[in-house]
């Protein structure tokens, strides 16, 4: 019995420190905001004051510049707090094994809310938090492209005749193309989540050498800044892997051709309507770069040319100030022969 | 021995000192200026498309006998050089009396998409060189590269030494084929041509994204949770806002530039294979016979200290010197040990040498 109250202990004394920190949240944010809705009670409070305080930011009380702050804030620290919660729920719990913490940090990624999709794929949600536009543009164009891709797969292979064989053979290229796609984005997601395994794996090494007198890890940064080094050493070690190198390639290639299927499509759409397209507009920038490259070789060339010129007239002038005959009645001799010359096959005739 | 020891009141004390960061934040976020960047004044004494040339203004008129021209790389702003008053490296050269000029490559749109590097090298730099010497009223400069901008200044010093007195490269890559150069062994699988013919001139975004995924999870995570601890420091978070404003303001690049530097040295490593021709003239490290400053960082994660050591194998001068900095590809411009460690060293190298 004494025994059965000792191991729920740990648990009471953490609901009580939780709901401190639920009172002390919520007098310091009245403080600094204001009057603030009550909130509900919730069972995972720490997480919850992340939530509460975006949704601070989304009611419209700061301005633009600072959300996309408050985003990129929030994508990196959700993981924090979560292992946070974590280590005050499950640290009286789990034993010294390296593996069991290695555990209750991975259980920690998978927090509610988190993409099912994800889970114990830390290093997948990194990549997805990126959210650069280039790559979020993509996605969606590839969203945009599936229903269509999915109706004209089972063409894919159908030999193509007739008055709309070019077209139909475009399309069939286009499906062909996405199809790629897909096929090299499932490479790359699998050496991305072999990548978080090996991440857990070189977390509980990691783990295990801090088990050394003096080197034991004493605060939940100290242990979420542990995960993060063995994560990029999990990571740089798949990605400098020839089978990365050959997989990232292969991506990318599938991506343009795939980019470039559509820009065809668009084209000709553009064509049919009489608007201008980008292959025309390509060439014509072309052109004008050729053109705009010579008049600047030709104005470096110019200042020379004149300085000559002048060089030259000026000793002339010399020379005829002189009395001395001028190097120009030299040179106008070929001139008067010219003439002769052009005369002696006429008299030949 | 229990690797963790984390007192679960300890635990408590960290999570309510984040939220109470995070409660102050409603008050700085708001209160934060809309970060600018640049500490130090300006003229144009160049001008060329999109292309200026700075010339920096001291508090006291320069003692260098040569003027210091700065050439960054495209890939982001270069105003990461003079980013606030106490993270100036041109700052601190100016007060130690050289003359500092600077190219800005400024953002290529459509009209800049078939920009070549014989454009760049052949085309711009020289003529920011000459813009520079005939402003100092010199024949000769001295020329900083940085990063690509220190590849770049190599092509353009085998090609046009005669125009340079001493060549400074910092956080430069020269052997691309390095193990741990992520980047270029990403690059080596890709099929530059289809890509640079889709995309027309390469989008930042890309590049950015391209960028983080080399650390994704501390570039991307632990960055923003180390932010949590100046949320109640306007300051800092100022300084903080301004960093990420420097790496996200990047130009597009050119296209057909950044197929030939791809091509020719992320998959060709040219520089150190040979082979390599700008505009159709060879480029040879080791007709380099000027002086040359070598400066990389140490934990340098986008151009690896091993891409940028092996130029002094390979450079033709005789006169070669290499200093490593302890920090990283940014930090070397920033950090305070780059304050007082980074400009002294350029100016006095540079002094021993300018005549």
Not at chain 1, 157 to 170: I, K, N, S, T, V
Not at chain 1, 316 to 326: N, Y
Request: hydrophobic share 40%.
């Amino acid at each position: 019995m004494a025994k059965g109250q000792d191991q729920t202990r740990p648990q009471n004394d953490w609901q009580a420190m939780s709901q401190q920190y639920w009172n002390a949240w919520n007098d310091a944010t009245r403080k600094a905001f204001g009057a603030l809705p009550e909130a509900a009670a919730n069972k995972t409070p720490w997480h919850e004051g992340l939530e509460q305080w975006s949704r601070m930011f989304d009611a419209g009380r700061a301005q633009t510049v600072q959300t996309e702050t408050v985003e990129r804030l929030l994508a990196g620290a959700r993981s924090y707090f979560s292992l946070l919660q974590t280590l005050a729920e499950k640290g009286a719990h789990v034993n010294a094994d390296p593996q069991a913490w290695a555990d209750a940090v991975r259980e920690s990624f998978n927090f509610p809310g988190a993409d099912a999709a994800l889970l114990d794929n830390p290093l997948a949600r990194a990549l997805r938090e990126l959210a650069g536009q280039g790559s979020k543009g993509f996605e969606q164009m590839m969203e945009a492209v599936q229903p269509a891709m999915r109706e004209m797969h089972a063409l894919l292979d159908l030999p193509a005749f007739g008055y709309a064989r070019e077209h139909q053979e475009h399309y069939q290229r286009m499906g062909k193309a996405w199809l790629d796609c897909q096929h090299e984005t499932n490479r790359y997601n699998a050496l991305i989540a072999r990548a978080s395994r090996r991440a857990f794996e070189v977390f509980e090494d990691k783990l295990a050498e801090r088990g050394e007198p003096g080197r034991q890890i004493d605060s939940a940064r100290g242990l979420y800044d542990l995960w993060v080094d063995a994560a990029e050493d999990a990571y740089a070690e798949i990605a400098l892997s020839a089978e990365f190198r050959e997989v990232y390639g292969a991506l990318v290639n599938a991506q343009m051709r795939v980019r470039q299927n559509v820009q065809k499509e668009v084209e000709r759409v553009a064509t049919d309507l009489g608007m201008p397209t980008r292959t025309e507009i390509d060439s014509m920038g072309k052109r004008l770069h050729a053109l705009h490259r010579d008049a600047k070789n030709h104005a470096e060339v110019l200042p020379g040319l004149v300085a000559e010129v002048a060089a030259l007239r000026a000793e002339v002038e010399r020379m005829k100030a002189a009395g001395k005959p001028a190097a120009p009645q030299a040179a106008r001799a070929p001139k008067k022969a010219a003439p002769r010359k052009s005369a002696k096959p006429a008299a030949r005739e | 021995m229990e690797p963790i020891r984390i007192d679960p009141k300890r635990a408590l004390d960290e999570a309510m000192r984040a939220q109470q960061k995070l409660a102050a934040s409603f008050k700085t976020l708001r209160e934060v200026e809309d970060v600018d960047y640049g500490a130090t004044d300006k003229e144009a004494i160049y001008t060329e498309d999109k292309v200026v040339v700075y010339r920096y203004k001291g508090k006291n008129k320069p003692t260098a006998k040569a003027p210091l021209l700065i050439c960054y790389a495209l890939v982001n702003r270069p105003y990461m050089v003079d980013l606030q008053d106490d993270r100036s490296l041109v700052k601190n050269l100016l007060a130690l009396g050289e003359d500092v000029y600077i190219i800005d490559w400024g953002y290529p749109d459509g009209a800049d998409r078939w920009l070549t590097l014989d454009d760049y090298i052949n085309g711009y730099i020289r003529r920011c060189v000459d813009a520079v010497a005939k402003h100092a009223g010199v024949k000769k400069i001295n020329l900083l590269g940085i990063c690509q901008g220190g590849a770049f200044s190599l092509c353009f010093t085998s090609l046009h030494q005669e125009k340079l007195q001493n060549l400074i490269t910092m956080v430069t890559p020269v052997d691309f084929h390095t193990k741990e150069n992520m980047l270029s062994h990403w690059t080596r699988g890709m099929d530059v041509d289809l890509f640079v013919d889709t995309l027309g001139n390469v989008p930042a975004d890309l590049m950015n994204w391209c960028y983080l995924t080399l650390k994704p999870v501390r570039l991307n995570q632990q960055k923003y949770v180390a932010m949590l601890d100046i949320l109640d420091d306007k300051v800092e978070l100022e300084n903080f806002l301004r960093m990420e404003k420097w790496i996200f303001d990047s130009p597009d690049q050119a296209g057909e530039a950044f197929r030939e530097f791809i091509r020719d040295f992320y998959q060709g490593n040219k520089l150190v294979k040979g082979g390599l021709e700008i505009g159709g003239k060879p480029v040879s490290l080791k007709s380099i016979t000027i002086p040359v400053l070598n400066i990389f960082a140490e934990q340098d994660h986008l151009v690896p200290p091993s891409a940028s050591r092996p130029l002094g194998e390979h450079i033709g001068t005789k006169d070669y010197t290499q200093l490593a900095f302890k920090g990283g590809h940014i930090g070397i411009y920033v950090s305070g040990r780059a304050q007082r460690e980074v400009p002294p060293a350029i100016h006095e190298w540079l002094a021993r040498r300018t005549r």
